[in-house]
């Protein structure tokens, strides 16, 4: 991408791995909102020109002598998956066990180079073994770890309710996060289609449209009068996350997975009432990655339909400007390179 709406497609020389780095070919790509927002220009502190591509699904295609060490349990020709998020390994976040958020934090396709070619190089440390799981698959991972962190964060109970409002990609992760650990899942979107999904395939236990129902009431309504004791927010929409204080039981937690470039206000005396717990989740991490896995290969996870769109790397440059308009009903897109 030399910059927004801007691809090309041009021949570089392959990679080559320096001390510790493996060489992989690139499969699958998976293309999410930091890309299309990339595309159209919106994504402040995006510099260009940046080859984009964070959601990897890669074969092992060369493990160096001196990369045998770090890459101990793969072998050439394994397909995996990649830890997208480069982290230096020595900071306060990376010393407590929180290199998702490293304070210089390099995330592939957005600060460095990212995967949308036939090779790349990287540091063994960051493939994640995938199992059985195919490549398509794979390159969704990434994405629904985000939501999984986001329930790890929170840690819910079983038989727990837990609302989830947003049911784009990102929200989709956290449902999938939330059933694995057999919480009672209420999903609020405005969308039907999306709602639907939500119900059908990711096995939310209710759904709430917000645009043709009272939405607070409803939730209130699920739970007895008490509201469930975690929420996450997954629209990223400023107004509805500053109304999730309202939707949270007394003694609960919020977590925010959507972000927002923007101020977000709330009424102190109600994070009091209710001794709220407001938490950010940010990217995921190796364990994070492992969970959606196994939930894959179990096939608990289930991917149906996820993937709405898939092109060649020669077709993206046609069709990734659709991929941002609505009325392509994209949920998922993915780049078939190899
Ligand atoms: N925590 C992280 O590391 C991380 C990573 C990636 C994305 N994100 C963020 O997650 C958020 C969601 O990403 P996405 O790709 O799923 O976005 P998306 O826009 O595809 O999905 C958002 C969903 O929220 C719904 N929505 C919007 N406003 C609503 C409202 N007022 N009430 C109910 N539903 C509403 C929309 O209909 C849509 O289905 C974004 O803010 C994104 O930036 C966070
Ligand atoms: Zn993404
Ligand atoms: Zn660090």
Known sequence: ??????????????????????????????????????????????????????????????????????????????VVSVLPYLRCGSCISCRQGKPNCCTTLKCLGVHVDGGMREYIALPAFYLVPAGKVGAEDISIVECFSIGFHGVRRANPRPGEAALVVGAGPIGIGVIHGLKERGAKVIVMDISGERLAYARDIARADYIINAKTTDAEKAVADLTGGENPPTVFDATGNAAQMMKAFNLVSSGGTVVFVGLVRADISFQDPLLHAKEITLMASRNATKEDFAHVIAGMESGRVNTKGFVTHTAAMEETIGEFASWTKPETRCMKAVVKIA
């Open 1 to 78: 991408m030399k910059g927004p709406g801007e691809f090309v497609l041009e021949d570089q020389a392959r990679p080559v791995p320096r001390e510790g780095e493996v060489l992989l070919k690139v499969l699958r790509v998976g293309v999410c909102g930091t890309d299309l927002h990339a595309f159209e220009g919106t994504q402040p502190f995006f510099t260009y020109p940046r080859i984009l591509g964070h959601e990897l699904a890669v074969e092992v295609a060369e493990i160096p002598a001196a990369a045998r060490g770090a890459a101990a349990g793969f072998k050439e020709g394994d």
